[in-house]
C-alpha cells in the first residue's frame, strides 16, 4: 500500500537536496530515490528563493508526468513546479523561434527513406551493395547523424559508431561521404514531404542555441531517466538552465541505444558534483536479489562499467517472486484473467502493474479484461490533460514495459515472459548487433521487475521459457506448474 508519511533521507540523498556546487548528477540503483531526491531538491530551491525561481522537472514520458505530479501535488505541496516531457517542452521553444509547429508524422519517415534511395539511384550508379540494405538500416543511421549532432561531412567521418553494424556495412570514407550525400538528400526530401524526425527538432536547436528566447529558460532545471537522453537533448536542457542543472540517471536501466558523455554534452560532474545513491527503498531483498541476477551481467560486459553502481540490498523483505508455467497461451490468459481479479479482491489497496512487452500485446490484454469485466486503467499516451488514469489509487494498471520506468506498483505482473518475447529480437537486425540488444532488453527487463515494491509474478509457457529464467538463480524465485 502506498503511505503518505514523511521520508527520512538518507545522509546521501540529504547530500543531493542539499548540494550547493553548482550542476549535479544523482546516479544509484533503481529504487534509490533518486526521482524522489529530485523533487525534494526542487521544492527546497523553490522554498529557499521565496517562491521566485523558475523551476522544471523534465521526464521521459507522460506516464512519468503524471506520476511526478501526483507525487509533487500529493506529497510534497510543489504545485508550483512544472513537470513536462522534453519533446513537448521544445516543440513548444520550437514553435516560439520559428512560428511554426515542428512535425513529426512517424508513418511518412520510411516512404522518404525509400524515395530518397530512389531519387538517389535516378541520379548516380544504378548498382551499388548500399541499394540492399533494408530502409530500417538507413533510417537508423539517419536518426543517428542527428542525434549525436552531427553537422557536417567532415564530423560523420571522423566520428566512429560504436556497437553497430556500421562497421561492417559502411566502411571505407568513400562508404561514409556517399551516405553523407544520401543523407542530405534525405534531409531535403524531409522538407518536401512537410515532416521531420524527433531527433531533427534537437538538431535544428543546436544549431540556433543562441537564438533559443529568454523567456523560454528556467532557472533550475531537473531531468529524471537521464540515461536513455541523446546528446541533443541534453545540449539544449543546458542551454535552457540559467542558474544549475540537476539530472538523475541509472545506466542500468539504459532501454534505448542513445550513447553520450557527459562531456560532449558540456555538464560538469566531476567529483564531488556526481553522486551515488546505492541504498535500495523500493522492492524488497527478494526482488532486489532476482533482478541483482540480470544487472550482474550486464556489469560484467559493458563498456560503461564506472557508471554501474552495484545495489546495496534492502532490509525489507517479502515473498519470493513467482514464475508460473503454463501449457500454453490459451491457459495462461485464462488464469491471467482468475488471477487478476483474485489480485482485486484480495488486495484491495494496492496497486498491481500488469507490464505488456508490446503495444500489441497491450491491447491484446485489454481485450482480455474487457471480456471478462475486469476493471483497470490503462497507462498509455492521453490526450486528455490530466489523463483519467492515476498511479497512486489502488486498481489493475495496464502499461507497456518501455514506459513503466520511473514507476512504481506493490505487485507487478508480467505476463508472457516467453523466449521470443523476452528478449525481442527484430527479425532485421544484423548479427553484428544480437549482442548490444540482448543487454538493452535484459536492462528492460531489470526495470520492470525493479517497478515492484512487494510481489513479482511472472507468467510464461512452460516449454517456451525466456533465456532470462536461466539467468535467474534457482533459489532466488519459486517455479509453480499450472
Ligand atoms: N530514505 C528513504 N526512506 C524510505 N523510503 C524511501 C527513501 N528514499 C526513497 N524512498 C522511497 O523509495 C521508492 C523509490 O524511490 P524513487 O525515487 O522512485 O527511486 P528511483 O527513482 O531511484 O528508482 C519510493 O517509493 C520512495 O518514496
Ligand atoms: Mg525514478
Sequence with gaps: MMTNKIINLTKEQEACVNYKGGDLLIKGVAGSGKSYVLLRRAVKLYKESNGSASIKIFTF???????????????????????????RFFSNVYKKMTNKWFHVNNDKIKDVVEQTFYDYKKQHRKKHRFYEIDTDYWLEEFKWIQEKCIQSEEEYINTNRKGRGSQVKIISENDKRMV???????????????????????????????????????????????????????????????????????????????????????????????????????????????????????????????????????????????????????HEEAYLATFSKMLLKEFVND?????????????????????????????FFSTKNPPEWQLLTPGLKLVVAKSSKGLEFDTVLIPDFDEGTHPLIPFNIGDDQVDDHIVTERNLVYVMLTRARQRVIMFCTKNNQSRFVKEFSNNHFLRALF
Aim: glycine letters at 4%.
Design 351 to 379: 496497486t498491481v502493474g500488469i507490464i505488456c512487452k508490446t503495444k500489441k500485446y497491450f491491447f491484446h490484454i485489454r481485450k482480455l479484461f474487457d471480456s471478462n469485466n475486469i476493471k483497470y486503467q490503462e497507462i
Design 180 to 330: 553523407w550525400e544520401i543523407y542530405s538528400l534525405f534531409i531535403q526530401n524531409l522538407k518536401n514531404a512537410k515532416t521531420n524526425t524527433w531527433e531533427g527538432l534537437y538538431l535544428y536547436l543546436n544549431e540556433h542555441l543562441d537564438e533559443i528566447p529568454e523567456q523560454c529558460k528556467v532557472d533550475f532545471v531537473f531531468v529524471d531517466e537521464a540515461q536513455d537522453l541523446t546528446i541533443g537533448k541534453l545540449r539544449a536542457l543546458k542551454a535552457i538552465t540559467k542558474k544549475t542543472i540537476t539530472i538523475a540517471a541509472d545506466m542500468a536501466q539504459k532501454i534505448y541505444k542513445t550513447t553520450f558523455t557527459w562531456k560532449e554534452v558540456g555538464i560538469d560532474i566531476q567529483g564531488r558534483a556526481s553522486k551515488s545513491l546505492k541504498k535500495t527503498f523500493r522492492s524488497t531483498k527478494q526482488i532486489v536479489l532476482l533482478a541483482e541476477d540480470l544487472a550482474a551481467i550486464n556489469r560484467k560486459d559493458v563498456d560503461l562499467k564506472s557508471e554501474l553502481t552495484e545495489a546495496v540490498f534492502p532490509d525489507v523483505e517479502g515473498p519470493l517472486p513467482r514464475l508460473f508455467l503454463f501449457d500454453d497461451k490459451i
Design 61 to 87: 514520458t507522460n506516464a512519468l508526468v503524471k506520476y511526478t505530479d501526483e507525487l509533487l501535488q500529493d506529497k510534497l505541496g510543489g504545485q508550483y513546479i512544472d513537470v513536462s516531457t522534453i519533446d
